[in-house]
């Protein structure tokens, strides 16, 4: 795995941090992407496919087994996982033809804890996770990489009461899962093959007042640097920061005030919350401040008590299930902003979908390019110059295309932005490039902040283009720390 050196340069100081990532791009050809849909009261999945407005066209729709919940798929397209919450307990395990249909994978469906509700992909599409609802626990699989099949890995690691979400950090470090039944949030460490060990602190108290409203869902930001949840009963959103160590702690201000959330879900950049508000038929807006603190912002109307936020690999679509229309409501997304897809809400055929996750599958000849790896910071002298460079390493297994760019964001910091930089992977290689700061004041700009002991973050949006024309982007975001100078 590659890493991202960010490095500013500045008066008597620098700050470096590394994070990770990587393109896969699928060899196999799709037909488009495909929504998959969990109708729990009709006991199937309806797979949609979606156009490139948001359109979706529903297919016909496949035996799930009892009572199917939360769903995922992995990074590459090939295998859907859902969550059957029984009885009997067990999670179905589907291969995902070219054309988007569904066939049960060898040994489907798999025995897990009581009530299985949210599962989870992680290790790069090689482990899933499931949140067992009724036993306190999650269960870890491994998924074999040619047929899907599932094996458990060890025993089921005790969470508190109600295990009712599993997030991932991007870089697939810790896993969060919030506890409906005792108000709190257990976090994991991951280890090799997908093993967990708690974190020191674990569980941790949700923090704020009200503390008889559960947690519901559970979400990362993209940047990895804070954990939201939801908390329908109290009409609540809290906010936590994530320490290098997985520990959380509420940021100020928090909780925030939420109509009745119940699935939340992030826009491609971090910068906006979805939320889907059961008890007032609307998905809420949220601006996410560089500290993680979010402002409600215009809510777009949904059908009968939406759940089940989804947004396209792409960034582009956002889709909520609404359990009491038997329906899903389509959004493009602009700016943050949700407009309605024509001839939106989209019938399931099915009832009660569910108003946990759904999966989405970029079938368009790709898969999701991820983060991954770890972020470190540290301090080091370097002269007396003050520039701002962000040095990144991509890797990808095709042939690619990349424009990268980014801005500097701070108290006082307008228009600071790095220049941006376009380069091509002809030979599906390694490239190494750099951004720098744009305008001869932003390096000190940067550097007195610092010297106040204010603080700064990078946000570096990179874009990638395969041969086909196929496109994804990631934002990566760093915070800089260090002494700087006061002038």
């Not at 979908?353 to 989405?360: C, D, I, L, Q």
């Not at 701070?410 to 599906?428: E, P, R």
């Not at 720098?436 to 932003?442: A, I, L, R, S, Y």
Request: proline content about 7%.
């Amino acid at each position: 795995m590659s890493a991202h050196q960010l490095k500013l340069v500045r008066i008597g100081i620098a700050v470096l941090a590394c994070v990770a990532v990587a393109w896969a791009f699928a060899s196999t050809a799709f037909a488009a992407p495909f929504l998959y849909v969990s109708n729990q009261g009709s006991d199937n999945i309806t797979p949609f496919s979606v156009a490139a407005d948001g359109t979706l066209t529903a297919q016909p729709q496949v035996p799930a087994g009892e009572s199917p919940l939360g769903s995922a798929a992995t990074p590459d397209g090939r295998f859907l996982y859902v969550a059957l919450n029984g009885p009997p307990d067990q999670v179905a395990g589907f291969a995902i033809a070219p054309d988007g249909t569904l066939s049960p994978v060898p040994g489907s469906p798999f025995s897990t804890g009581l009530n299985p509700t949210a599962v989870a992909v992680g290790e790069q599409g090689k482990v899933l996770y499931v949140a067992n609802f009724g036993a306190d626990t999650v269960s870890t699989f491994s998924i074999d990489q040619t047929n899907g099949t599932l094996s458990a890995v060890g025993s089921p690691v005790a969470t508190q009461d109600g295990p009712s979400a599993v997030a991932l950090s991007p870089n697939g470090q810790f896993l969060f899962v919030p506890n409906f039944g005792s108000q709190s949030i257990s976090v994991f460490s991951v280890g090799g093959g997908g093993a967990l060990t708690p974190v020191a602190g674990s569980p941790f108290n949700q923090g704020g007042a009200f503390p008889a409203a559960a947690q519901g869902d559970a979400v990362v930001s993209p940047s990895g640097t804070h954990l939201y949840t939801s908390r329908q009963m109290g009409n609540l959103i809290n906010v936590f920061d994530i320490a290098p160590s997985g520990a959380i702690t509420p940021v100020a201000g928090s909780p925030f005030p939420a109509l009745s959330p119940v699935s939340l879900a992030f826009d491609s950049e971090g910068a906006t919350l979805y939320s889907a508000s059961k008890g007032s038929n609307l998905v809420q807006t949220f601006a996410v401040d560089p500290n993680g603190a979010i402002v409600a912002g215009p809510a777009a109307p949904a059908g009968s008590a939406p759940g089940g936020l989804t947004v396209g690999l792409d960034g582009k679509t956002l889709f909520a299930s609404n359990s009491s229309g038997n329906n899903v409501s389509a959004y493009t997304i602009s700016g943050g902003a949700l407009a309605a897809v024509a001839g939106s809400p989209f019938a399931t055929g099915g009832s009660a979908p569910s108003a946990r996750h759904n999966a989405f599958v970029d079938t368009d000849d790709e898969a999701a390019f991820e983060l991954a790896g770890k972020t470190k910071q540290k301090v080091k002298l370097k002269g007396k110059k003050t520039k701002v460079k962000v040095k990144i390493t991509i890797t990808a297994n095709e042939g690619l295309t990349t424009v990268s760019s980014g801005t500097l964001k701070g108290k006082g910091l307008k228009n600071a932005k790095l220049k941006s930089v376009t380069s091509d992977l002809s030979t599906a290689q390694t490239l190494k490039l750099t951004l720098k700061g744009k305008g001869k004041k932003t390096g000190k700009k940067v550097a007195k902040l610092l010297g106040k002991k204010k603080k700064v973050t990078a946000n570096v949006k990179v874009d990638g283009t395969d041969p086909l024309g196929n496109k994804q982007s990631r934002t990566l975001k760093v915070t800089l720390k260090g002494k700087g100078k006061k002038k």
